[in-house]
């Protein structure tokens, strides 16, 4: 019989980052008009509403929103469910990378709800030193990075489950 605390931590975990993610794009959504930005850090930091169509650095946004839509909620979903499947047979062990893929399966399913409601991802973290700007994020986008660097560690620094 499989270990029901597993899962307890990755819905603890992934539940957790969705409702962040959700509350903190509702305030971005309700206090800041698209396109506009709150300066936090001069020269450095603002909060800024953009919702991007596309994907990651904005891949995918001139295509035709039914293809980019399909597309999108597709990839997502089977990423979710490749990120289950690594999470379920990820050992005891191995806390931490379980950890990591339950960061990724919370991101991409706070993303996904994004997508599924609003056809674009709504993105506010805006950091940039002059003219110099990283594309805008979010808490999903952020948690994602994280889990990947989790796992890339777990892959260049310790034994990966077999």
């Not at 289950?84 to 709800?113: D, R, W």
């Amino acid at each position: 019989m499989e270990d029901k605390t597993k899962y307890v931590k990755l819905s603890g975990i992934a539940g957790i980052i969705v409702i962040l993610d959700l509350i903190s794009k509702a305030i971005i959504l309700n206090k800041i008009p698209l396109y506009h930005s709150i300066e936090v850090v001069p020269g450095f930091f603002n909060l800024t509403h953009i919702q991007n169509a596309g994907g990651a650095f904005g891949l995918l946004a001139n295509q035709s929103s039914d293809v980019r839509d399909i597309f999108f909620i597709i990839v997502s979903s089977l990423a979710i469910c490749l990120i289950f499947l690594l999470y379920k047979n990820t050992p005891k062990t191995h806390s931490l990378l379980a950890a990591g893929f339950a960061l990724i399966f919370g991101g991409a399913a706070g993303n996904l709800i994004d997508r599924i409601r609003f056809g674009k991802v709504v993105d506010f973290l805006d950091f940039y030193i002059g003219d110099l700007h990283w594309p805008a994020f979010n808490v999903a986008d952020s948690v994602i990075t994280i889990g990947i660097a989790i796992f890339i560690f777990h892959i260049l620094f310790k034994k990966m489950p077999e």
